[in-house]
């Protein structure tokens, strides 16, 4: 095994000397950037991609973010979008960002993460509280494994 083999980066480095070929299934979705322009762009499956001399493949195939019922995701740097909820971009064709912004995203369509867009963390059930139970409350009985008096205290309804 070499250590080309081994290597367990997405991203794809290096330079090509041929056109290259890229089958992407459906619900996988890709990044590629064009050197030309400096502009990388999102493809979604299914479709078969070849690639000009001017591209290079930034992201292998990569599957469809999927939120089942009940979950949520946190996404960074979200895309800003219209108000048709359809994402904008710049007058170079660069989808927009909010850097430094969290998104939570809840279940939808499977949907593909846009370039530097970033899933923070694992898919996650929210945290329910009984009626009449205040965020102080649980956490104490989360940490302590038993209520205390101050965060009895701090019931409310």
Do not use: W
Not at 23 to 35: A, G, S, T
Not at 57 to 78: F, G, S, W
Request: aromatic share 6%; net charge neutral.
């Amino acid at each position: 095994m070499t250590t080309t083999e081994r290597k367990t980066d997405k991203k794809m480095e290096g330079p090509r000397t041929t056109s290259e070929v890229i089958r992407i299934k459906p619900q996988q979705f890709i990044h590629v950037l064009d050197n030309n322009t400096g502009v990388t762009r999102l493809e979604v499956g299914p479709q078969t991609i070849t690639l000009r001399d001017h591209e290079r493949l930034i992201l292998k195939p990569e599957p469809m973010i999927i939120v089942p019922p009940r979950y949520y995701c946190v996404v960074a740097n979200p895309l800003l979008r219209d108000e048709d909820a359809q994402p904008i971009a710049d007058q170079h064709g660069q989808i927009r960002l909010r850097y430094g912004d969290l998104e939570i995203r809840f279940a939808q369509d499977p949907f593909p993460l846009y370039p530097n867009e970033k899933l923070v963390g694992d898919l996650t059930l929210p945290v329910l509280l009984g009626r009449g139970v205040s965020k102080a409350e649980n956490i104490a009985i989360e940490s302590t494994g038993q209520a205390t008096a101050e965060a009895r205290a701090k019931e409310y309804s």
